[in-house]
């Protein structure tokens, strides 16, 4: 069956040109291609899901050779191991229920038919990550997931903010992409081949400055497309996109990207462990910082941007101090919930029609699917157990304390007190959206209504899985934990009952502190107790407007210098150049002044002229 | 190379040629056109004369019938026909006089430095030339030259037809 | 006689001719200085022919048909100046400027003026 997993990629990408160009002639619309492609493309790898779980730890390798340039040999084709068989399954049912939801929210959208082609080619492009041999392929794959990106965070381009925003993400994103292009090159290069497979077998015999090297130029790409500081500033603008875009791309699959990358080429990372602390580090600041600033933002869809940024964190950290299992897991359980808050809030601001938080207030009754599913989209992103996102969550935090070393002790101070910022921001969400008094314009208050079945039902589904990816832990052991092939050297998968209570102590004291000031004052911002001290997580640490000043605006300079100086120095030599013919032909002009008595003088002068000079050369 | 003396032939020529040329100054610098071609038929006069001494009988005849009769009475008609004042002449061009005159020395000087330095030991025999009669002019015009003649009667003919057409009064 | 008595006598003719053409203004004043140079040229013709005793006579010929031609130019040469004068009313060719190449925004302004 492995010999079929190149359908994993091609089903949606043919679903993509099908949408594309076919459209019209289909019967149903455009959605009917892009959900029967990514439905399809679900069926393989679950087919694929099935096999490695029957094999543990093979993998399986189908390519075929290629030479795009002379002397330059490629094998393109697929790698499937377990991590690829879970990712893809992951990726395959975010897709397909956003595509689903999609059908209802985008409804009566012109561009609807663009929008679910660029879907369905983002599915394959990600699926392309996923399943890649080679790291060229990875690439190819990593780019034109950038490019939907770009073209599906500016769906709306007629709006100024989207199309800031698709070019600010497009930007950030490609900074890092040349740091993982490099990257790519160094390991390759030292390697002797650019298969995955052969990268990672001699990951160890590598000298030590090459592989870190490579290393820290992946690692540059991984910052930018999984929104790290300090490449973190695009994900929160992001939000201009349809929200089950930002279901998708900002919470499941591209910013997973990053990590899932330093998963398949993990043995490289555990042969540079420089490489490593500069992760661990990165993480950690971010994690916090994330968290911190999600706390403060009124809109409810930047307040999921930060939490994302946040989560990814966790599992840079984690990969960091090498709880690989982990990681993935909290990677897994971090794209059930985010996309089912994404979609939950998708719901709330289509009936709502505003983001910010301080307009909204008491929608339960009104939103009953929703709030309920939100609520256990909360649940698990703060990290109560038993959903998804609490045991992953201590599995990092275990491993790191336990085998982390200073930078594991690190990690887990910050862990903890991210946890605890985590669920503060959740249960602030929970509550600022569906508690309190309606805050709003009440003409619109009387509209709210519950989002029909299309939309509701990948919610729950969702909401399912949240419930069952944290389930299986608690009576046996592990079942994720077993699909996975964790590379030799990376610390199991387990956790310490005394670290489960103390975070979920945690948890819950956060969520309790916010819900002691929502009894207070019903209607106020929880935020605003902190006073002053507000001030920096509003401006998300003023990140973006040092950018703004170091980058930005001496970008904009330059480039009206250029301009100036295309102007008044090319320009001005180009169009001089001709006045200065001009002045040359007007002088000339005088010669010819109509006169014929000028005329004949002149001709005259220089034949005497020739005839003197010719005598007096013959005469000598 | 024998030196020759000056003879009267040399004399009378030369007499001839110092009215010649101060009568083409006269032309050139008369302040009234009528003046100026008066001036031009004492130098085509001279210049006929110039050409007795040379032989060539024919040619000075042709000289003072075509010339003076023809040529300058229709400067004249010319003249009167562009309503050139009979007084005094619009100021010469005085722009491009003194172009002119480094142009008329440079020439002049040039070709009489070159002719004399070629021909300074030239003698034209005149008691022992080739006399330019009717005859023997005719004679080689009709022998020699027929072809030019008649040609030139063609040009004449094409001149003529041309002056007409270009002195009509355009009729619109 | 001295040959190039007869040969300066031509040349200086020639310079004087050159000059008339050069600085007259009036039209038909020109032409005489054009004759004077054309006459300078049948003077050199004639010396020769009697300097080489041409039994042909070719000098004396050719100065004939200089003759002619030169009647013949100042037939239309004339014709010319009188059309010319009817045109402008002045004889003076120092006022005949009209295929002067000129400044292309001059002539659009003035086409624009004749128009409008």
Known sequence: MTHWAWLVPALPAFAAVVGLFLSRYVPGGPAVPAIVGTALSLLVAVVLLADAESNPGAVHQTTVPWTPLDGFHLSIGTRIDGLAAVTSVMVAIVALLVQIYSTAYMAGDPRYSTYAAEVSLFTAAMLLVVVASDLFELLIGWEVMGLCSYLLIGHYWQTEGARSAAVKAFVTTRIGDTGFLFGIFVLGVAAGSFDVGQVVGRASAMSHAAVTAGALLLLAGVVGKSAQFPLHVWLPDAMAGPTPISALIHAATMVAAGIYVVARLYPVYLAAPDARTVLGVIACLTMLGAALAALAEDDLKRVLAWSTVSQLAYMGAGLAVGAWTASIYHLLAHAGFKALLFLAAGSVLRSVGTNLMSEMGGLRQRLPVTFVTAVIGAAALAGLPPFAGAFSKDAILTAAREHGGALGTAVYAVGLVTAFVTAAYATRFIVRTFFGSYRGALDVRAQVHESPLVMTAPLVVLAAACILLGAPVVPNSYGVASWLDAPTGTVPLHLDAAGVVLSAVIVIAGSAAVVALYRRRPDEDPVTVLGHAATPLVHAFWVDDVYERLVVRPAYATARAMRLTDDSAIDAAVVASGQGTSAVGALLRRLQNGNVQAYVSGLVVVVIAIVMTVSLAVAR | MTRHGVTVADVVFGLLGVVCLASALLVVTARNVIHAALWLVACFGALAGCYLVLTAEFVAWVQVLIYIGAIVVLMLFGAMLTRAPIGRLQELDSHNRPVAAVAGLAAGGTLCALVVSAFKDGYVDVHHAAVGDGKAVGTAIFRFFVLPFELASVLLLAALVGAIVLSRRTAH | ?116
């Open chain 3, 1 to 116: 006689m001295h040959l190039s008595l007869a040969l300066v006598v031509s040349a200086l003719l020639f310079g004087i001719g050159v000059y008339g053409v050069l600085a007259r203004r009036n039209a038909v004043a020109v032409l005489m200085a054009v004759e004077l140079m054309l006459n300078a040229g049948n003077l050199d013709l004639v010396a020769f022919d009697a300097w080489w005793r041409d039994t042909m006579h070719a000098g004396q010929v050719f100065a004939l048909f200089v003759v002619v031609i030169a009647a013949a130019e100042v037939g239309v040469g004339l014709a010319i100046v009188l059309a010319v004068f009817r045109l402008q009313d002045t004889a003076a060719i120092d006022e005949v400027t009209s295929l002067a190449d000129r400044d292309p925004r001059v002539l659009a302004d003035a086409a624009a003026e004749v128009d409008g």
